[in-house]
């Protein structure tokens, strides 16, 4: 009993002791930052943008302009996350100090997968969780194919999510697609229904492929397979919706 008791005693004692190491050194540091928020040395001189794909990096130091010349323990993180939150492409931001007088902010960016193409002749980019982004004008470098599934401008709103069967259908054959063959991913211009099959057009060898809606993968490794070892006419269609062969049609 007495080896227990002085094993629970001295099991007590560090637990306490660690306890007031903790708020010793949580004290101390509050008593550092107490004295170096006045000091000119810890002013902020430079924000530096990290992680941005499309974004503009001048506009988002823009942003956080304001904060220039105030010292760096004086501005809260979450008041640099409040200036970027509102934008749409923008999905998480990732605030640090660089001391004495940078503060360095991550930008996780949502990146347009699809253009949403609508009958009014509009397109919208939306990121891999079909949040419509803003328009794709600004940003040249996101070369990503279109999406035509027959859905109204008034039935998009950006920042808001698209719910659409089509959609969901047309992605998961683009991941598959770009799984397999990136070559052949980078080349689609654009996917669309023909009736209730799904189809696309490869840009490069000028050509409609109909896929199906049965059997993605298989008809997908016979088309790369002809795409490979076979050349053929531009503007022609070729179907694979028929079991164990490729129908080639002008």
């Not at 002085?6 to 509050?30: N, P, Q």
């Not at 943008?49 to 823009?62: A, Y």
């Not at 699809?114 to 891999?128: A, I, N, Q």
């Not at 109909?210 to 997908?220: P, Q, S, Y």
């Amino acid at each position: 009993m007495n080896r227990r008791y002085r094993r629970k005693r001295g099991s007590t004692r560090f637990f306490v002791f660690f306890i007031l190491i903790t708020f010793f050194v949580i004290g101390m540091w509050h008593l550092i930052v107490y004295f170096i928020k006045d000091m000119d040395a810890f002013n902020i001189k430079k924000i530096e943008i990290v992680g941005q794909k499309n974004l503009d990096p001048v506009f988002l130091e823009n942003l956080s302009a304001e904060f220039i010349g105030k010292n760096t323990f004086k501005v809260k993180k979450q008041d640099f996350i409040r200036k970027y939150e509102n934008i749409v492409r923008v999905k998480s931001v990732i605030v640090s100090r660089r001391l004495p007088s940078t503060v360095r902010i991550e930008i996780h960016e949502r990146l347009g997968v699809l253009y949403v193409k609508t009958p009014e002749g509009d397109f919208f980019p939306v990121d891999e969780n079909f949040i419509v982004l803003d328009k794709a004008d600004f940003y040249p470098a996101e070369d990503i194919p279109f999406a035509n599934i027959n859905i109204q401008n008034t039935s998009i709103q950006i920042g808001k999510a698209i719910e659409n069967k089509s959609l969901k259908q047309i992605f998961q054959l683009h991941n598959s697609i770009k799984k397999k063959d990136i070559n052949l991913s980078n080349n689609i211009s654009e996917y669309y229904f023909k009736g209730k099959d799904i189809a696309f057009i490869d840009a490069h060898k000028g050509c409609r492929v109909i896929i199906g809606d049965t059997d993605i993968n298989k008809r997908l490794e016979r088309y790369i397979f002809l795409r490979d070892n076979q050349s053929f006419q531009k503007n022609i269609t070729i179907d694979l919706r028929f079991k164990d062969q490729a129908v080639i049609r002008e």
